[in-house]
């Protein structure tokens, strides 16, 4: 089965400029997430989708920061304009999602990631 | 979501086994205690999740205390491919689906 795949693996671009990330997840998942990774630090959520819906954005800095899933499957994520703060890794991850035994269904399994460097 | 506390770093031969601690005094009841892991250059992966009893599988073993307030991920012969940034997550399994991924802990298995 295959896993979580994104690409670029690594994108080198100036501040300023546009970047996107794209995102397949595992089959049959739901819900798909999008982190953010600073050197040396664990994963940080940015947006959360159920299906097409982003049902969790908090964290996401929408003046610069995009994302979309059309059709519940794909994602992008978008910066424009980027800032040499933004450098990091971008995971994305996704879940089965619905309930099992009353529970929200939470195992994460995680792509390889975009590591992201703003000159 | 309690927070966790893990030691920044361990240490662990390759074939011995590997014992990492983690404290979530704050949990609540209905508060899983879930492990990841991340090797250099890759996304985390999942271990291994437990609420009250002891859980096994083919990875690793997870130990968690009457109290709940600690636990422990044992990896029973550890290799060098196990070296990895071990991260030690609460989880209440609502609709957040949001992880709190601290720092984790950098195992370091030598030859």
Sequence with gaps: EAGVVQSPRYKIIEKKQPVAFWCNPISGHNTLYWYRQNLGQGPELLIRYENEEAVDDSQLPKDRFSAERLKGVDSTLKIQPAELGDSAVYLCASSLGGLAGGRLQETQYFGPGTRLLVL | ?111
């Design chain 2, 1 to 111: 979501d309690a927070k966790t506390t893990q030691p920044t770093s361990m240490d662990c031969a390759e074939g011995r086994a590997a014992n990492l601690p983690c404290n979530h005094s704050t949990i609540s009841g209905n508060e899983y205690v879930y492990w990841y892991r991340q090797i250099h250059s890759q996304g985390p992966q999942y271990i291994i999740h437990g609420l009250k009893n002891n859980e096994t599988n083919e990875m690793a073993s997870l130990i968690i205390t009457e109290d709940r307030k600690s636990s422990t991920l044992i990896l029973p012969h550890a290799t060098l491919r196990d070296t990895a940034v071990y991260y030690c997550i609460v989880d209440r399994g609502s609709t957040l689906g949001r992880l709190y991924f601290g720092r984790g802990t950098q195992l370091t298995v030598w030859p």
